[in-house]
């Protein structure tokens, strides 16, 4: 069925928003409107209301890379499709997630002198440009300059700068950066899914605009988004981004060791695991018991819970003990005084707070983008976390009082860049 018409009258009446998650497990497009008269039930901030969701299992992608465009660009569609069904509209664009362990976070400063008696946007896009003039390799594309803050004639801790007098301005900016090729490949398979990539967005910094608070930014928090192929770890004080790490952990390693354990298969394996997964023993009764196929007799046994457990307790701990490692190495551990704020698909297993926070030592609750509504039981998910980032992330772009020149904005140009990159004008 074609939904061209419905789509053009409903652009009429509101902006439609798509955020796209391409995980290694699944695909989840978000569909959402923007109005301002929108502030019922299921409405995030700024008026955004979610229409639809679209899911398919992910193919063709492994821990954030693509290994086979035709599957991922199968994937997509059929995600995409799936929310064209729930929402009535055709989707042509979205706002794309990046992520995999190509993606790296570096810290730069950069200082000019102030001609003029104040300080303006020219200025500001200035102090930036000399932060991010830093040596990129040709291979890495910059995704995100982020300004933490500015400095005007040595007085720090200033947000915005705008009509300050002085005659030195600083600020510090955090770069993320991903490998083109990896972020070229991901791109291609939306385009042969029929999309136009409106922009690419390092996922953690949409999934905090569902999840986090400004308080929680501003007093410091740790973000950890546990997805299938990998973890991300997010930082944010003052209320800005400070850091990122990508960990090659995810929930599809647990999997993987409860189908090597039990000796059964993955699919089962994935099953048991989000039906009797638990990460503590002490979270255990010595009767509980879980009920296992055979894939070879049409059969069924009974063993322990404790069997499970005793599997995927030590991967949760390797985890959490990876992200304490990554917490004191970059001296951030003693400034999240808001804690930690857990997100994903991998955070439903039982046990995984309790885990969290007996191992980073740290207050932690777990975060999803919205709690009530029409589609409360399923956005409300942790795994959708994302995909209503990247919707929320595109709405700003359609607000009123947030307009900017696209090839300027400190938080774009990367597009324009892997066009370039792609058509050979490097």
């Known amino acids: 069925m074609h939904f061209g018409f419905i789509k053009e009258v409903a652009m009429k009446q509101e902006k439609l928003i798509v955020g796209l998650d391409v995980g290694t497990t699944k695909?989840?497009?978000?569909?959402?409107?923007?109005?301002?008269?929108?502030?019922?039930?299921?409405?995030?901030?700024?008026?955004?209301?979610?229409?639809?969701?679209?899911?398919?299992?992910?193919k063709g992608i492994r821990k954030g890379v693509v290994t086979n465009i035709e599957s991922t660009a199968a994937s997509i569609r059929e995600a995409v499709r799936d929310a064209e069904k729930t929402t009535g509209i055709q989707i042509n664009a979205v706002y794309l997630g990046i992520t995999g362990g190509h993606i790296s976070c570096i810290s730069s400063h950069g200082?000019?002198?102030?001609?003029?008696?104040?300080?303006?946007?020219?200025?500001?896009?200035?102090?930036?440009?000399?932060?991010?003039?830093?040596?990129?390799?040709?291979?890495?594309?910059?995704?995100?300059?982020?300004?933490?803050?500015?400095?005007?004639?040595?007085?720090?801790?200033?947000?915005?700068?705008?009509?300050m007098g002085g005659v030195r301005l600083e600020t510090n900016v955090q770069i993320v950066s991903g490998d083109a090729t990896?972020?070229?490949?991901?791109?291609?398979?939306?385009e042969k899914a029929g999309l136009e990539v409106i922009e690419a967005v390092?996922?953690?910094?949409?999934?905090?605009?569902?999840?986090?608070?400004?308080?929680?930014?501003?007093?410091?928090?740790?973000?950890?988004?546990?997805?299938?192929g990998t973890t991300e770890v997010s930082f944010f004080r003052d209320?800005?981004?400070?850091?990122?790490?990508?960990?090659?952990?995810?929930?599809?390693?647990?999997?993987?060791?409860?189908?090597?354990?039990?000796?059964?298969?993955?699919?089962?394996?994935?099953?048991?695991?989000?039906?009797?997964?638990?990460?503590?023993?002490?979270?255990?009764?010595?009767?509980?018991?879980?009920?296992?196929?055979?894939?070879?007799?049409s059969t069924t046994k009974q063993i322990p819970r404790r069997y499970l457990v005793e599997i995927l307790q030590p991967r949760a701990e390797e985890l959490f003990s990876l992200i304490k490692?990554?917490?004191?190495?970059k001296g951030l551990e003693k400034s999240l005084n808001s804690g930690v704020v857990l997100t994903g698909g991998g955070v439903l297993m039982q046990g995984m707070d309790v885990m969290a926070e007996n191992i980073l030592e740290l207050p932690v609750r777990t975060g999803s983008p919205v709690k009530?509504?029409?589609?409360?039981?399923?956005?409300?998910?942790?795994?959708?976390?994302?995909?209503?980032g990247l919707m929320l992330y595109g709405a700003e772009e359609f607000s009123p009082d947030h307009s900017y020149d696209k090839d300027d904005h400190i938080f774009t140009g990367a597009m324009s860049k892997i066009k370039n990159w792609m058509s050979g004008k490097f």
């Open 27 to 58: 695909v989840s497009a978000v569909v959402g409107e923007l109005n301002s008269s929108n502030h019922g039930n299921g409405d995030l901030r700024g008026g955004v209301k979610i229409l639809g969701i679209g899911t398919s299992t992910s």
């Open 111 to 163: 200082v000019i002198a102030v001609k003029e008696k104040e300080i303006g946007q020219k200025e500001i896009d200035s102090v930036i440009d000399s932060a991010k003039a830093v040596a990129i390799p040709f291979d890495r594309e910059i995704l995100h300059v982020i300004p933490e803050g500015y400095a005007v004639n040595g007085q720090e801790g200033i947000t915005d700068p705008h009509g």
């Open 182 to 190: 990896s972020i070229h490949n991901l791109i291609r398979s939306c």
């Open 202 to 228: 390092y996922q953690p910094l949409a999934s905090a605009d569902a999840i986090l608070t400004e308080d929680e930014k501003e007093l410091g928090v740790a973000m950890i988004d546990i997805g299938g």
């Open 239 to 297: 209320g800005s981004f400070c850091h990122s790490a990508v960990l090659a952990i995810g929930g599809n390693n647990f999997t993987n060791d409860v189908a090597i354990g039990l000796r059964i298969s993955t699919q089962e394996a994935e099953y048991i695991k989000k039906k009797y997964g638990c990460t503590l023993l002490t979270m255990t009764k010595d009767d509980e018991e879980v009920e296992i196929g055979n894939d070879e007799e």
């Open 325 to 329: 490692e990554e917490l004191v190495a």
């Open 372 to 388: 009530n509504g029409e589609h409360a039981g399923v956005i409300g998910n942790p795994c959708y976390s994302t995909g209503v």
